[in-house]
């Protein structure tokens, strides 16, 4: 029998010797500190409870009825999560990319493949939960605190396409999660209670309280990605104007190395409609047109989707005003296309 208030790991999905594997080889708990559950409720069920003494969630990536993704949503981002801090990760005979990225933007970014290695799960089930920074996902800002991209560890698979930010992040359930957002890591900070276990004192460092000003916060960043903005597009269009009145390669060049950081930018501080006028525009102006009236006309039509974003200080995708400026932007596309010009068009640099 183990001591009551020792940590535990539940095991959820898959086969029942999936928690046998864990056990055996994570002997410091003792007999009886790993629970298999089978089904995606009752892991929720279970995980709910502001008792439990879980420290560690290990989700198979076939678990049913509902996918493993609900469940690391509902620790990440549920109201009624009681730890949002919960170190969670999947499992599973084949993990691929697309299910990395899933996992991800709902809040798991440790995998590990069976079959298992015994002293790669001791590893994984002894350090995950005390990794003093865990994983949440919110709308972007890019924070001072850069990590390097790494290569993928069939041990944790951190790191997606881009550079993974330390910042305070959102927890909010109604915050909308797409493609542009950016994925943000956290410190997690011990609760000062010598009574329990570190895993557990990890675990319980995050609370709730934090949304409110996390929200807050990303929305600062957000308005002042706003003012960043109008400053470059005042540049983008100097230099278009440049290249309406030369026609000459080097104000295109100019344009398009602008217009390239405008994308970095709203991408990473989640200005989606933003993000999807400028990088249009940057693939438009990065050669393989010819240039001339018609293209310089469709260019500026790009700016004018970029105005009216600011003029109406849209921080998100705009909504109906973001959908006028995006069909608009595609009317223009259509009329600035000719059997000559082989782009891959609005449709693809925009994610429809």
């Not at 046998?20 to 409720?41: C, D, F, H, M, P």
């Not at 600011?310 to 973001?322: A, C, E, K, M, Y």
């Not at 595609?330 to 000719?338: G, P």
């Amino acid at each position: 029998m183990i001591d009551e208030w020792a940590e535990r790991i539940l095991v959820a999905g898959g086969a029942p010797e999936n928690a046998r594997y864990v056990e055996a080889v994570n002997q410091r708990l003792g007999k009886g500190a790993v629970i298999w559950v089978g089904t995606s409720a009752e892991a929720v069920e279970v995980l709910s409870d502001p008792n439990h003494r879980f420290s560690l969630a290990l989700v198979d990536r076939a678990l049913a009825p509902e996918p493993a993704y609900d469940v690391f949503r509902f620790v990440r981002r549920n109201p009624i999560s009681p730890y949002p801090g919960l170190a969670v990760g999947m499992i599973g005979d084949v993990i691929t990319d697309n299910d990395v990225n899933r996992a991800a933007v709902a809040g798991c970014v440790l995998m590990m493949r069976r079959p298992f290695d015994p002293n790669i799960l001791l590893q994984a089930v002894n350090r995950w939960p005390m990794d003093r920074t865990d994983f949440l996902v919110t709308g972007a800002y890019v924070g001072p605190d850069r990590r390097r991209l790494a290569r993928f560890e069939a041990i944790d698979r951190r790191q997606l396409e881009f550079a993974v930010e330390q910042s305070i992040a959102s927890t909010a359930p109604d915050y909308d999660i797409v493609s542009e957002t950016t994925m943000f890591r956290f410190k997690r900070f011990p609760v000062r209670n010598k009574a329990l276990p570190p895993p557990l004192a990890l675990r319980n460092g995050l609370r709730r309280v934090s949304v409110v000003p996390a929200v807050a916060h990303i929305g600062v960043k957000k308005k002042e990605a706003l003012g960043l903005l109008g400053t470059q597009a005042g540049a983008m269009s100097d230099a278009l104007r440049r290249l309406q009145a030369t026609l000459e390669p080097g104000p295109l060049k100019r344009l398009n190395g602008q217009a390239a950081q405008a994308t970095r930018l709203s991408a990473q501080r989640g200005l989606l409609l933003m993000a999807a006028v400028t990088r249009s525009l940057a693939q438009y102006s990065g050669g393989g047109y010819r240039i001339g009236e018609r293209l310089v006309g469709f260019l500026r039509a790009h700016l004018d989707g970029v105005d009216a974003a600011l003029r109406h200080r849209i921080i998100d995708d705009g909504g109906p005003v973001g959908r006028e400026i995006m069909a608009t932007l595609k009317a223009a596309e259509r009329r600035f296309a000719d059997p000559g010009n082989e782009g891959a068009g609005l449709s693809q640099a925009v994610g429809d």
